[in-house]
Structures are given as structure tokens and as C-alpha cells.
Nanobody, 122 residues
């Protein structure tokens, strides 16, 4: 059974950094685009960042450009989200996702993780 498991969330002060990890298992995700979404309390889930199967193409939401970096290690079946210069408005549950292409993933991921909480204090 395919599974995405996030880790690395936590509490951090504004201006700080966190690195989220998403470990994939149950199938090979090396040919899949991977990415991150987030959902803040009372808001809809939104796309944050995506990376294609090779790691050569990435896409970011405007709100995180220049602060967040997505990367992947296909040998480890893992995708990462390095988050720097965190702001209180980045507080949300962050979800890992996967689909065949970045575009498809941003619209309707085939796979979801269970989420990890990120809280940024002011």
C-alpha cells in the first residue's frame, strides 16, 4: 500500500527555519512529481511547492518564493521542504502529496500524507 509519511514539523519563532521530510513507501515514487500543501485553521488547503520526478523542475506559491526550497532524494524515496525566514502566517498543517506531473499534483494529487503541524510564533 502506497504511503507518504511527513516529519519535521514543530514550533519555531518567526525568522527561524524548519526542514520537513516526506518518506514514501509501498511503491516507487521516483517517476512521480512530489509536493507540499498546507492548510491553516479556517482556510482551504493550498499548494506550497512541487518538484518533478527528476528534481530538475520546481514550482512555488508566490507566498513562499525565495524562502522555501523543495528537493528530493530518489535513492531514499524522500522529498524535503526547507523553510527559512518563517512567518506566523506560515502556521499550518503541511501535507505531502504526489501525482504523475507537477500540474496534476497541484490540481488533484493521487496520494496524500497525514500531515505535520508547523507553528510559527511571533
Amino acid at each position: 500500500q502506497a504511503q507518504l509519511v511527513e516529519s519535521g514539523g514543530g514550533l519555531v519563532q518567526a525568522g527561524g527555519s524548519l526542514r520537513l521530510s516526506c518518506a514514501a513507501s509501498g511503491r516507487t515514487f521516483n517517476t512521480y512529481a512530489m509536493g507540499w500543501f498546507r492548510q491553516a485553521p479556517g482556510k482551504e488547503r493550498e499548494f506550497v511547492a512541487g518538484i518533478n520526478w527528476s528534481g530538475r523542475a520546481t514550482r512555488y506559491a508566490d507566498s513562499v518564493k525565495g524562502r522555501f526550497t523543495i528537493s528530493r532524494d530518489n535513492a531514499q524515496n524522500t522529498v524535503y521542504l526547507q523553510m527559512n525566514a518563517l512567518k506566523p502566517e506560515d502556521t499550518a498543517v503541511y501535507y505531502c502529496a504526489a501525482h504523475t506531473t507537477i500540474t496534476d499534483m497541484t490540481q488533484s494529487p493521487s496520494y496524500w500524507g497525514q500531515g505535520t503541524q508547523v507553528t510559527v510564533s511571533s
